[in-house]
């Protein structure tokens, strides 16, 4: 039996070993603070801040809390997937530096309502992005093998990149709102949509293959080709405010996804671990589903019905679901841990469901403000035992002894 890892007198040195490590860290703390917030300020403890708290709520999960996760895994997996050398601690500590002095800031101006604080915290993020980015695009410019997923993931991050640059500009110019409504709308459909069916496209048939008996893996490079106009489009046509219409893409899209997870659905018997990322892709179609109900019911009525549940469906449905699975793997495998999902990850991604359902359900509730709360704590309960196991193992050395 392999000896349990014991803490090192020097933890940082341990977080600090990979970049996976370093910005799952941040981002595993980050999830509970900037939920803590929300939730704080949905039961009217917190004060309201100098920005619309609706706006911030949406600016720190999707431009701070997940895109921490993603430097840490893109900047783990693109030198592997081009065959090149790897990341340095000079190439990530920067990223995640900047990263932890944004959220960190940001937080401070919302709990304080300072806004200077609010603004140095979003420049502090800027810069751990364009730290990250510059590192990715170093990998792809030498790139001789036309990687399309790493092609993928940049130009999605290249999306983001706008929609924060616009959130810095609306920060100076708050007469101009309609530059924070871009950064809302182009987190989802510009940034992380496209970057986790990407990702999903290129690991999960990779993942299936590995495990289950007779798995064929089917990733064909036209569905990614097919999907990212329809997700322009779809962002288009929310920029435009055109909603009657987004059933024109939405619908597609659905169709699409539904195919990649029908046919990446393993039959054969499989672990936990693999199957939880296929249940979690599965609220991607359900999301889109409840998008072109809400369009054409809004083109043949009049009637904006089902609010923001959409949008939930793939924010916290989606994203949150994927963010536990994905999370959970990644960090199992490189901590020489055995690929299994455990207790603790299997209690938080069954509480994600439930608190899924009960975001997107609770738009239908005469008085949704309650339930909006419960969401946000539902969300405080289920992932606290998960982050404290994660931020254990990233500040711990491997169980296998190897470097990393």
Not at 198 to 217: D, I
Request: positive net charge; hydrophobic residues 60%.
């Amino acid at each position: 039996m392999a000896a349990l890892p014991q803490a090192s007198p020097f933890p940082l040195a341990a977080i600090a070993a990979a970049p996976h490590r370093l910005l799952f860290f941040v981002g595993a703390a980050n999830v509970l603070a900037a939920m803590a917030w929300w939730t704080g300020w949905l039961g009217g403890l917190l004060p309201t801040p100098s920005v619309p708290a609706g706006w911030m709520h949406a600016f720190v999960m999707q431009y701070q809390v997940l895109p921490t996760f993603i430097f840490g895994f893109l900047l783990t997996v693109f030198p592997r997937w081009m065959g090149q050398v790897e990341a340095s601690r000079w190439h990530y500590l920067p990223v995640g530096l900047g990263l932890v002095a944004g959220q960190a800031l940001t937080l401070a101006g919302l709990l304080s309502g300072s806004a200077l604080l609010l603004h140095v915290g979003v420049v502090n993020t800027l810069a751990g992005w364009l730290a990250a980015m510059a590192v990715l695009a170093g990998w792809l410019l030498r790139d001789r093998s036309g990687n399309w997923h790493a092609v993928s993931c940049f130009a999605a991050l290249v999306m983001g990149l706008a929609g924060l640059l616009a959130f810095v500009v609306y920060l100076h110019l708050p007469q101009e709102p309609r530059l924070a409504f871009a950064m809302l709308k182009i987190g989802t459909f510009g940034l992380l949509v496209p970057i986790y069916s990407t990702v999903a496209h290129r690991m999960f048939p990779f993942f299936a293959g590995n495990v289950v008996a007779g798995y064929r893996a089917w990733r064909p490079m036209w569905l990614l080709a097919a999907c990212w106009p329809l997700w322009l489009g779809h962002l288009a046509l929310e920029l435009a405010h055109l909603y009657q219409w987004l059933w024109l893409v939405d619908l597609p899209l659905l169709a699409l996804h539904g195919l990649m997870l029908w046919r990446w659905w393993p039959r054969g018997k499989a672990p936990a671990l693999l199957r939880v990322l296929f249940v979690g892709y599965g609220w991607l179609p359900m999301a889109l589903a409840l998008y072109a109900a809400q369009s054409l019911w809004f083109l043949g009525t009049g009637e904006f019905t089902l609010g923001r549940g959409p949008v939930h469906a793939v924010s916290v449905g989606f994203f949150g679901s994927l963010l536990v699975a994905m999370v959970t793997r990644v960090t199992q495998g490189h901590s020489g841990r055995p690929l299994v999902l455990g207790r603790v990850p299997a209690l938080a991604f069954i509480g994600m469901q439930a608190v899924a359902v009960l975001r997107v359900g609770s738009e239908l509730a005469a008085n949704p403000a309650p339930w909006f709360l419960a969401a946000g704590l539902g969300w405080l309960l289920v992932f606290l035992p998960w982050v404290l196991r994660s931020l254990w193992i990233y500040a711990t050395p491997r169980i296998d002894g190897r470097p990393g």
